[in-house]
Nanobody, 126 residues
Framework: VQLVESGGGLVQPGGSLRLSCVVS????????MSWVRQAPGKGLEWVGD????????YYADSMKGRFTISRDNAKNTLYLQMNSLKPEDTAVYYC????????????????????WGQGTQVTVSS
């Protein structure tokens, strides 16, 4: 499976961005998905998860109320809508297929995911 993120860029504090992740293959609609991020010099940070049907989502506390994960299974596409962005949201954002800890607010490692994309850079700065 291949995952390709897009939509990152430079945005001012308080602004919004919508990230997309196109997933190849015919299993997308059957699997839960994750967004994670990695800031410069820091470890992997879990952003949130969405179940296969898109009706159930989970978020890290720092993203609740600001970020929204959704998916369009007909288009094999995962989304991350980010509002009220802060400088500390600056990171490379990745979509990934979780193999454990789905929905759990715990630290993640790359080994907790089966596949991930190349990432898209989000920079929040004035």
């Amino acid at each position: 499976v291949q995952l390709v993120e897009s939509g990152g860029g430079l945005v001012q504090p308080g602004g919004s961005l919508r990230l997309s992740c196109v997933v190849s293959g015919d299993t997308f609609s059957n699997v839960g998905m994750s967004w994670v991020r990695q800031a410069p010099g820091k470890g992997l940070e879990w952003v949130g998860d969405i179940n296969s049907g898109g009706g159930v989502t989970y978020y890290a506390d720092s993203m609740k109320g600001r970020f929204t994960i959704s998916r369009d299974n007909a288009k094999n596409t995962l989304y991350l809508q980010m509002n009220s962005l802060k400088p500390e949201d600056t990171a490379v954002y990745y979509c990934a297929t979780p193999i454990r800890y789905f929905g759990l607010p715990r630290r993640r490692q790359w080994a907790d995911f089966g596949s991930w994309g190349q990432g898209t850079q989000v920079t929040v700065s004035s």
